[in-house]
């Protein structure tokens, strides 16, 4: 599900996303905001924790990797991701997280709020998207659950006061909460590209539920070099872990103790005008309160979302996976027949939305039926799958037949931009979890059953992780076209810059983008702007050309392509 809300490339849908945005923030404004319309009550709502007890046990700095405090700890391991346990109650549980993260919620929340201020640069244009937020989440308070707003408002009290301008450090982190569902529901545009998938009987190899996804969400690379493996012990329902980061309590990938597993994939949405509950919320509730998929579905039933979103959500208590789709106004349960395999893309399945006109258009732009039945041969291959065949399917960087579609291209299962890669096998309780970079780092494995064996009053010092279980790395990192792919995102993000300021100081170096990534209609592309806005028509024509015979990701990238193959044919002529 990757989203390109704060990727700040010069691709058309998304240029167009904030424009149709922005034209609707403008519009609606002058009936909310100015108007006082609701926002107070949501500006002054607090949870009630006077029933709970605000005594915080000291936070002992065992060294610069490794806290802990009371029963809980945060550690890293020797790949790099952080270890965290927290327990108790909901106050309990958010004061814990966010003393323990307080300097990994710091960097997270400027990382993203400096890519929203790349976004919105004006001092004036600040200050109206910080009205404009506390306007359009004013009813957000109402949609989630007391337990999760008391969570989160422990975790916000060791919120930088750095950035107050935008909101006060709760309700900013509750906003933030939403900024998933926000990103999809920019983009009318489907810039995601997640692709899960389980299988179990005669599919997998020890016949048994087996699970596998990429986590595309995107907002620069600095996001993603502090991922958190978080488990938690809470006082009501169930034990669990999720992939998560600093300030974040929400669920995108996750496992608890009843061997039910939850990943969610965007789905096409509307730009809707009000937040109501964050998938990401409504996906944690299912992990920590349902032990099957019928109390899954119940749960998911019961909330109301403002976002169109697939929850895949596996059960090893029914021995298979369904697919939870939610919209504003749509439910549907999707399960296979007559198979024991689920795919699962960037398009609903389910009667519900077999006619809903989002959906038809989604598969017929965009890349999410190319990637589903790119999935579908990699499963047809195997015979039977295992965690570690399943790993070498999330890292398959080709396209349809083994066609080589170029390094970062979004009709791939890889990438090459995940905030990490994650499978789950339910009925043993183990998950594999990608180390950096993207999903090409080792997939370090937890054991559930032995993460949570004896944790009370025994803080770990070591790393939970089965270090005998783990999959290596990715042999590509050690070869010479992984050094041209990065090489080839830092000259291209230089010469996208270029091209938005019309300042071009690249003219002997853009060509190197076709040497670093020959097989990538982008690369093609951004040579033939180049040359077009150099005035270098021919040379234009040319490099177009390449590009728009390469495997372009969606139609309004197809149509981006022929635009300035066109403009570049008529100034020649």
């Known amino acids: 599900m990757r989203s390109n809300l704060f990727k700040f490339s010069m691709r058309l849908p998304f240029r167009a996303g904030i424009n149709r945005f922005s034209s609707l923030v403008f519009g609606i404004l002058f009936f909310g905001i100015f108007t006082g319309c609701g926002i107070k009550k949501s500006l002054q709502d607090r949870p009630d924790i006077s029933k709970y007890t605000q005594e915080v046990s000291e936070k002992v700095i065992v060294n610069d990797s490794t806290f802990i405090q009371g029963n809980n700890f945060l550690t ?26 307080q300097s990994l919620y710091y960097k997270q929340e400027k990382v993203f709020l400096n890519k ?75 810039l995601v590209g997640c692709t899960s998938f389980a299988v179990w009987d005669d599919k997998s190899e020890d016949g048994n539920l087996l699970l596998g996804r990429n ?14 493996i978080a488990f938690v012990n809470p006082e009501d329902g169930h034990k669990f872990m999720s992939v998560t980061w600093g300030g974040f309590i929400g669920v995108v990938s996750g ?16 730009i809707p005008l009000m937040a109501k509950t964050p998938i990401s919320l ?21 909330r109301e979302v403002f976002v169109s979103e697939a929850i895949m959500v596996g059960s090893a208590k029914d021995g298979k996976a369904v697919l939870i789709e939610v919209s504003p106004n749509n439910f549907g349960v999707y399960e296979v027949e007559n198979t024991s395999e689920l795919i699962c893309a960037n398009h609903f399945q389910s009667d519900t939305f077999q006619k809903d006109r989002r959906n038809l258009k989604t598969i017929e732009e965009s ?33 349809l037949n083994g066609k080589e579609i170029g390094y970062g291209n979004e009709k791939a299962l890889n990438q090459l931009l995940a905030h990490h890669g994650i499978v789950f096998q339910p009925t043993d309780l183990k998950v594999w979890i990608s180390a950096s970079p993207y999903q090409l780092g080792a997939f370090v494995c937890y ?11 025994n803080p770990s010092l070591v790393s939970l992780s089965e270090e005998n279980k783990t999959i290596p790395a990715s042999s590509f990192l050690k070869t010479e076209a992984y050094k041209n792919y990065e090489a080839y995102r830092m000259l291209e993000t230089a010469i996208e810059t270029e091209i938005e300021t019309k300042i071009f100081t690249k003219t002997n170096t853009v060509a190197a983008l076709i040497h670093l990534n020959p097989k990538y209609w982008k690369a093609h592309y951004l040579l033939g702007r180049y040359l077009y806005e150099t005035k270098k028509y021919r040379e234009a024509v040319k490099a177009l050309t390449e590009a728009s015979q390469k495997e372009i990701p969606s139609l309004d990238e197809v149509a981006l392509v022929e635009k300035y193959l066109r403009k570049a044919k008529r100034k020649i002529k």
């Open 215 to 228: 986590f595309d969400f995107y907002a620069g690379d600095e996001f993603a070099e502090e991922k958190i």
């Open 255 to 270: 496992m608890n103790d009843q061997g039910l597993t939850v990943t969610i994939n965007a789905g096409k949405s509307k």
């Open 282 to 302: 409504v996906s944690r509730e299912i992990l920590q309160y349902a032990s099957n998929i019928e109390e899954a579905v119940a749960i998911a039933r019961k």
């Open 76 to 101: 890293k391991n020797n790949y790099g991701l952080w270890e965290l346990y927290v327990e108790g109650n909901p106050l309990e549980r958010g004061l814990a997280n966010g003393n323990l993260t």
């Open 447 to 457: 054991d559930l059953n032995e993460v949570f064996k004896n944790r009370t009053d």
């Open 367 to 399: 890349h999410t039926a190319y990637r589903f039945n790119r999935m579908t041969q990699l499963l047809d291959q195997e015979e039977k799958v295992n965690p570690t065949e399943a790993v070498a399917i999330l890292r398959n960087k080709e396209g």
């Open 116 to 190: 929203v201020n790349s976004l919105v640069p004006g001092e004036g244009q600040q200050k109206f998207l910080a009205k404009f937020l506390k306007w359009y989440n004013r009813k957000m308070y109402q949609h989630i659950p007391e337990e999760y707003k008391t969570e989160i408002y422990g975790v916000s009290r060791y919120a930088s006061s750095e950035f107050n301008e935008l909101a006060t450090p709760y309700l900013r982190s509750l906003y933030l909460h939403g900024a998933h569902d926000i990103g999809h529901a920019l983009q009318d545009l489907m």
